[in-house]
């Protein structure tokens, strides 16, 4: 069943146009170009429940937490509620403050995990109205919740998680524009503008997938770096924590994500000539800032990998590995920067002769805290 690819999550990576086009495909009105998430389960109306909650939290682990991330940078910005992200074994611990109308949203793509389980029912307990984003129909979240999102992605059979992220981000997408609707903080024109630009990605993905072959030649000299630093700021600093990830689990080398602004205040010592320095930088409102902290990576030898937006000439010409999405809107571009970072991922761990799609001491879906 790996369709002819090596692993399963060679494949996965390359489903992951059709897993964004599946996980939109029920919510959007494609003639008029509208966002239409109904139906989500609620006793309410979808823009009822979005119009009376005054606060989101986002639970859940790994990958999936790194999803609530985007979503946060999203919802707050597009719609103005207050968004808060949250480890679920740190949530379900803390004693959290839940205060009223709060909108507690769990994200697992197996919908089993321990803490993510524990922390809705508490959320629950407590008060709260819930929405599940679960790519299992029916798994314990799903049936803990409230409301009910799915990622529709297929089954993923990787360890590492690859395109129930990049479906979770498309739903990040359409939740974030729906409560932005329902509250009016969105014209009808933005609301057409950003669909468009979801509408596009998968065929954007398909021409990000052209990596596939450039990680795999470049993965043997990638195998030289001894460590390799993520940097990014806004949507693409939880992506540069999303390429971290992939990276330690699959290839077993030492990675860290890092919000770009922070280099000056610890990571910047760690760098020489043998650290590489990935940085997610679509061209975006921030970006001269991250090519700032560039500079002083490189100044102390670091050597630059870099996801850029179609030819960046100065980020380009700074980069040692200069990979380029096409452009979209700042809201959609995470959908995209992640794949190069899952390519080399897979390529590092692949060309090291790891068994990618089962790496040591993981499971796919961690049932037990
Ligand atoms: C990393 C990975 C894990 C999962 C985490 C949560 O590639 O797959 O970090 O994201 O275990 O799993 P779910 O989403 O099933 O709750």
Known sequence: EKMGFKHFMLKEIYEQPRAVAMAIQPHIDTDKHEVNLKNLGFDKPVDEVFKSIERIIFVACGTSFYAGNVAQYLIEQVSGIPVQVDIASEFRYRKPIIPKNTLV?????SGETADTLAAIRMAKEKGALTLSITNVQRSSIDREA???LYMNSGVEVGVASTKAFTSTLALANLLA?????????LSRAQEQEYVKSLLAIPSQIEVVLAFDKYFSEASKKLQDFKGFLYLGRGVSYPIALEGALKLKELAYMHA?????????HGPLALIDARMAIV???PTDELIEKTISNLQEAKARGGKIISIGTDENPSLKSMSEYYLSIPATSWMTSPLLSVVPLQLMAYHLADSLGYDVDQP????KSVTVE
Do not use: D
């Open 177 to 185: 524009l729906q409560i932005a609707k329902a509250r009016g903080t």
């Open 105 to 109: 949203i769990t994200i697992s793509q």
């Open 360 to 363: 040591r001491n993981l499971a």
């Open 146 to 148: 409230h409301g009910h």
């Open 256 to 264: 860290e994500g890092y919000a770009a602004g922070e280099m000056k």
């Open 279 to 281: 940085v997610v930088a």
